[in-house]
């Protein structure tokens, strides 16, 4: 079975997206946050590295990307103190999950508020690459 999924843009476009159901878990399910620790689990990269991202969607799940000690982890729940906090409404969340929405599109339009210093997002941009491409089956 098929899921479409359609995004309204701010903008007037609307983006439109497919996704098998049994294929990879829910977005913005525990069970997709689950398989994204799951995932980071048995990834390492440089020690030294250290950056802690916190998503909030609204009417949603709350979860961080915690990245220290050679170790990423995904966890359910706020972070003490993280380095950037993303929120957004389900809508928005929904269609950047399903990439029918770019990030930084959301943020340009003001649909994804972003709190704390973004330059540590300039500064860990390999790494966040190397993260995306990581999760990006989930």
Same mark, same amino acid.
């Given at each position: 079975?098929?899921?479409?999924?359609?995004?309204?843009?701010?903008?007037?476009?609307?983006?439109?997206?497919?996704?098998?159901?049994?294929?990879?878990?829910?977005?913005?399910?525990?069970?997709?946050?689950?398989?994204? @620790? +799951?995932? !980071?689990?048995?990834?390492?990269? &440089? *020690? #030294?590295?250290?950056?802690? %991202?916190?998503?909030?969607?609204? =009417?949603?799940?709350?979860?961080?990307?915690?990245?220290?000690?050679?170790?990423?982890?995904?966890?359910?729940?706020?972070?003490?103190?993280?380095?950037?906090?993303?929120? @957004? +409404?389900? !809508?928005?969340?929904?269609?950047? &999950? *399903? #990439?029918?929405?770019?990030? %930084?599109?959301?943020?340009?339009? =003001?649909?994804?508020?972003?709190?704390?210093?973004?330059?540590?997002?300039?500064?860990?941009?390999?790494?966040?690459?190397?993260?995306?491409?990581?999760?990006?089956?989930?």
């Amino acid at each position: 079975m098929t899921v479409w999924t359609l995004f309204n843009h701010r903008d007037g476009t609307v983006a439109v997206t497919a996704r098998r159901l049994g294929s990879v878990p829910e977005p913005l399910t525990e069970a997709w946050i689950d398989a994204m @620790a +799951e995932i !980071a689990a048995g990834r390492t990269v &440089a *020690d #030294g590295v250290s950056l802690v %991202l916190e998503y909030r969607v609204t =009417g949603g799940p709350t979860w961080h990307l915690a990245v220290a000690n050679g170790r990423i982890q995904v966890v359910t729940g706020t972070a003490d103190s993280p380095d950037v906090s993303f929120h @957004a +409404e389900w !809508a928005t969340a929904l269609a950047m &999950a *399903d #990439g029918s929405l770019d990030p %930084l599109r959301a943020v340009i339009d =003001g649909d994804l508020l972003l709190h704390g210093d973004p330059r540590s997002l300039v500064m860990a941009r390999d790494l966040l690459d190397d993260v995306g491409d990581l999760f990006s089956n989930c």
